[in-house]
């Protein structure tokens, strides 16, 4: 049985279709336990506070910089 070219393009459609949901899903899989991994192996940030001497700096800076370039 000789199948008609409209078959033949619903076929290919599905196949790529097919292909191409396979392969996304798998990439997102595989994303999901690489982050479960790192997340895993890596310690936690550690949250480290400016000083208010940092503080104060970082804005005589900005200030200085805003300044200088209007």
């Known amino acids: ?3 008609t070219l409209l ?3 619903v076929m290919l459609m599905l196949v790529g279709m097919g292909t191409v949901f396979v ?3 798998l990439l997102v899989a595989s994303m999901f336990l690489l982050s479960l991994a ?3 192996l890596l ?3 550690i949250d480290d506070f400016a000083s208010d001497e940092e503080i ?3 804005t005589a800076a900005i200030a200085q910089h805003r ?3 209007p």
Do not use: N
């Open 56 to 58: 104060a700096v970082i």
């Open 1 to 3: 049985m000789q199948s």
């Open 7 to 9: 078959e033949q393009g």
């Open 43 to 45: 310690p936690a940030p």
């Open 67 to 69: 300044k200088d370039h």
């Open 23 to 25: 392969f996304l899903t």
């Open 38 to 40: 790192v997340h895993r």
